[in-house]
């Protein structure tokens, strides 16, 4: 099985600080699911947003589909890393109702209007299409922005912390929801979050950050 993400040698430093990531190296194969545990403010997200190329790195590489995206001196930009993100806010556009969030990256697709309704579908909001984002509720929301980063087919799919902001119940019903959708669809994810629960529920593997190292386990 082909790895469609490769990390090698990579490090990574705010200003003159000492480096949050440092020599690290993984891969993540096609279908594979990998969380990222660990405390606020370790790491975690760093590490997310250096994979979908909002930050640079200081050394190393990081390598998409046999693509070199980022290493030092060079950065793809993100919209050009066909990857899926999903973080806690959920990020919808406030001005734009629920279809039209969900096609905003497939805007040059001829049938978008029925592929819109097919994701909607897939994550039981289709009947919210013509409502706006501050009219439905943050659950609803949030199958919302699962199905607008999936839409676009991405190589990888990248969550921070996407079940956060929910309460117990919704949360446990999310996680059984989007796991089946995940496997179903043999998606490529890294899954930012400090719940060990919710690692070990959705994790072929894990990334821990504690305090200056980090494991795969």
């Not at 975690?44 to 980022?70: H, N, P, Q, W, Y």
């Not at 990248?158 to 929910?166: R, V």
Request: proline share 4%; glycine share 6%; charged share 30%.
């Amino acid at each position: 099985m082909k790895n469609i993400l490769e990390i090698r040698n990579l490090s990574h430093a705010y200003d003159q600080a000492s480096p949050i990531i440092k020599d690290f190296n993984f891969s993540l194969k096609k279908g594979e699911i990998v969380s990222i545990l660990g405390p606020s403010g370790i790491g975690k997200t760093t590490l997310l947003r250096i994979v979908a190329g909002l930050e640079d790195v200081m050394d190393g590489e990081v390598i998409i589909s046999e693509k070199v995206a980022s290493k030092k001196n060079f950065l793809l930009p993100p919209e050009k890393r066909n990857l899926g993100l999903v973080v806690e806010d959920r990020a919808l556009f406030p001005h734009l109702n629920i279809e039209k969030n969900v096609m905003f990256g497939i805007s040059h697709i001829q049938e978008r209007e029925s592929l819109a309704q097919e994701y909607l579908g897939l994550f039981k909001v289709a009947d919210l299409s013509k409502k706006y984002p501050h009219e439905i509720s943050a659950g609803q929301q949030q199958r919302v922005a699962f199905a607008r980063a999936l839409i676009t087919n991405p190589d990888i799919l990248l969550l921070d912390e996407p079940f956060g902001a929910l309460d117990k119940n919704l949360k446990e019903e999310l996680h059984e929801e989007t796991m089946k959708i995940f496997k179903n669809k043999d998606l490529s994810v890294l899954l930012v979050t400090h719940d060990e629960e919710e690692a070990k529920y959705f994790s072929d593997r894990i990334i821990e950050f504690q305090e200056d190292k980090i494991f795969i386990r």
